[in-house]
Nanobody
Framework: QVQLVESGGGLVQAGGSLRLSCAASGRTVSSLTMAWFRQAPGKEREFVAAITSSGVTTFTATSVKGRFTISRDYAKNMVYLQMNSLKPYDTAVYSC??????????????????WGQGTQVTISS
């Protein structure tokens, strides 16, 4: 069983930065495809970014490309989401997701087997 715990959310002003962390246990991140999703109130869950188990390939949503970067630390068994130039519409609950490698539906929430509880990110204007 894989457990994911997010941290690093908070309240920042527009234009600021945050780094979200996702700590994985039960399996190494090198054996998982990892991703970040977000969900704003009244909206569907939205893909943000994903990184393959090898760490070689990343995928980033158009809405955050150039501002957000996903990365992983094998030694710490962590995945990160560096968020820069934050905008009010980035406000959402951000969740970490994971699944064993295989397939390529990286942007689909239903493709992932494991989820964290989420961390709130609020951007003030």
């Amino acid at each position: 069983q894989v457990q994911l715990v997010e941290s690093g959310g908070g309240l920042v002003q527009a234009g600021g930065s945050l780094r979200l962390s996702c700590a994985a246990s039960g399996r190494t991140v090198s054996s998982l495809t990892m991703a970040w999703f977000r969900q704003a109130p009244g909206k569907e869950r939205e893909f943000v970014a994903a990184i393959t188990s090898s760490g070689v390939t990343t995928f980033t949503a158009t809405s955050v490309k150039g501002r957000f970067t996903i990365s992983r630390d094998y030694a710490k068994n962590m995945v990160y989401l560096q968020m820069n130039s934050l905008k009010p519409y980035d406000t959402a609950v951000y969740s970490c997701a994971a699944r064993p490698p295989g397939g390529s539906s990286y942007t689909s929430p239903g493709w992932y087997d494991y989820w964290g509880q989420g961390t709130q990110v609020t951007i003030s204007s």
